[in-house]
């Protein structure tokens, strides 16, 4: 009997069969997968850490923190983005190794076995006698007859398929992008100590008259309020120009300008 090939054939197709893209490709899309998480998860932190989103405008705005400190004597107050002392996780796979080994074995064995006798005789007594003369003859025969015939076939067939794959996924903080980077440096430059009680300034405390009186107010969040300025009982016209203010001398006499808990005194002459 000859050996069955059904096992090779099997193996074979179990070869062909295995998912080489779902093996090869799953790992990979799960790693791309993962780095989008990573990137939207690095967008979500900024936005709900470091920004201040306006509810009804949408707009948004760098989350300062401020804390006052002894300066000169003085105490000073440190206006600081969040983003640029606290670590913005932005993780990033470097690289990705794939192990893959399929083994697959298969074997066949065929045993075929026949045995076959056979007898012949007779199973029958036969008796006869003769009588000549003084003499008598009896004969008996017997006769025996048989016939066996034996046969065995054995075949067995073993195929088994294994196969494993070892993934192996390094990642770690990667650089900032050219973006994000700028974006923390302009931040960055943006610290800002002020006085916890803001600061007003003007161009000079003794003007002349004709001439103009220029004032600036800066809180103690480090931003220019020029809307915030004011003078005593209105005596002067003062004028917005972006982050100042501006007034026109017309009259000799004193004269005091505040914004916040800020009070400056100016003296106007004549010429």
């Not at 295995?18 to 790992?27: A, C, D, L, T, V």
């Not at 201040?52 to 989350?63: F, L, R």
């Not at 006499?253 to 100016?266: D, L, P």
Request: hydrophobic residues 40%.
């Amino acid at each position: 009997m000859a050996i069955s090939n059904a096992p090779s054939q099997v193996a074979t197709s179990a070869l062909q069969a295995i998912p080489f893209s779902s093996i090869i490709g799953g790992p990979l899309k799960a790693c791309i997968e993962a780095q989008a998480m990573a990137a939207k998860t690095t967008w979500d932190f900024i936005q709900e850490v470091g920004l201040n989103i306006d509810p009804e405008t949408g707009d948004k705005s760098a989350v300062n923190v401020a804390f006052s400190f002894m300066q000169n004597g003085r105490m000073a107050q440190l206006n600081v983005p969040l983003l640029t002392i606290v670590p913005i996780p932005y993780i990033a796979i470097h690289t990705i190794d794939i192990n893959f080994k399929a083994s697959i074995s298969a074997s066949s064995s065929s045993v075929s076995e026949q045995t076959e006798s056979t007898s012949m005789g007779g199973s029958a007594d036969i008796s006869a006698g003769l009588k000549i003369g003084p003499f008598h003859l009896d004969a008996k025969f017997n006769a025996n007859y048989s016939s066996k015939k034996d046969s065995k076939a054995t075949e067995e067939s073993k195929y088994s398929v294994e196969y494993t794959m070892d993934v192996a996924v390094k990642a770690g903080q990667e650089s900032m992008p050219a973006g994000l980077a700028k974006v923390l440096e302009l931040l960055g430059n943006s610290l800002d100590v002020s006085d916890p009680k803001g600061t007003l300034e003007v161009n000079a405390r003794k003007l002349k008259v004709g001439e103009r009186l220029i004032a600036t107010y800066k809180k103690s969040d480090g931003l220019f309020a020029p809307d915030e300025i004011k003078s005593d009982g209105d005596k002067l016209e003062l004028a917005i120009e972006g982050d100042q203010v501006v007034a026109l001398l017309k009259d000799a006499g004193t004269y005091q300008i505040n914004a916040g808990e800020r009070t400056v005194t100016i003296e106007v002459v004549s010429e």
